[in-house]
């Protein structure tokens, strides 16, 4: 393992030698080797988990127990979190690159990425979607996660399938649904699919087009910033320009639950929303427990 002397272990820790000197005789850790000349050497492993327990906990005695525990420890939506918090993109990439050593892209995204962006979130009022203002770490962290599943998306690999989604993506940054309609296009494209992500924003009569080009199976209305008779002239449009069947199923709340069956409810996570649809366009039952529908009115 790599060693650094106690200058460098105490500036990582952003304390003074003297401080690190006092928890290495109060606690025993962090726990220094002694160099031929007699000079602490400090194994950076045990200081980067310092560290981040310490950015999590702010106690120092509960930060050194944590990190006797877990030594640098999993990439883990904390430590993701600790990172986005400071506002440092280098730490979050070697987070995210420490995950994707250990787990599946998918399970990044789901697990780490995602929670780590909404453990920063702030509740809203109940009345808006989101609050007027955010605080700096979470816009940091929006824009680091967009971009993120951005590049991830632009090295996804080919289609392997002919089946096709259209994804009408009716969110609005920095929403968390905006993020999580793009790890479903994400999770879609590493399966498989051909998935085309429009902006809800669409004049209904040039859909065709898009149809045309796709050929989907599947239309998946994603988010909640558009209108009941938005969604049901682009839906009829799409209806009538399709050249077969054409599933309409909606992520994250697009329509309001009414208790009908005319439109089925993806689950709100990514991963499992894209399971389903694959379920779906393999033949495969979509409905199971707690599936809920809801109903759209085409004008």
Known sequence: MSAIRTNAAAAMLGVSPNTLRSWEQRFG??????????????????IE??????????????????????????????RLHGALAALDHERADRLLEESLAVRSLERTVATVLLAAV??????????????????PEYGFAWRYATGWLSAALRVAPPATSAEGVLILDATRPPELDALHAQALELYLRRGGLRVLTLPVQLEATRVGHALRALEPRALVLAGGHASLDALGRLVYAARQSAGGPLAVLDYRGALPNTGASTVTRLDDEPMVAAGELRELLTGAPIAGPGRRAVELVAS
């Open 29 to 46: 850790y962090p726990s220094p080797r002694r160099t031929e000349g007699g000079h602490r050497q400090f194994e950076l492993q045990e």
């Open 49 to 78: 988990a310092l560290r981040q327990a310490f950015e999590e906990t702010h106690n120092i005695s509960s930060a050194i127990s944590i990190a006797r525990e877990r030594g640098a420890g999993l990439a883990s939506p904390g």
């Open 118 to 135: 909404a453990s920063l979130r702030e509740e809203p009022p109940v009345e808006a979607a989101i609050p007027e203002g955010i605080s």
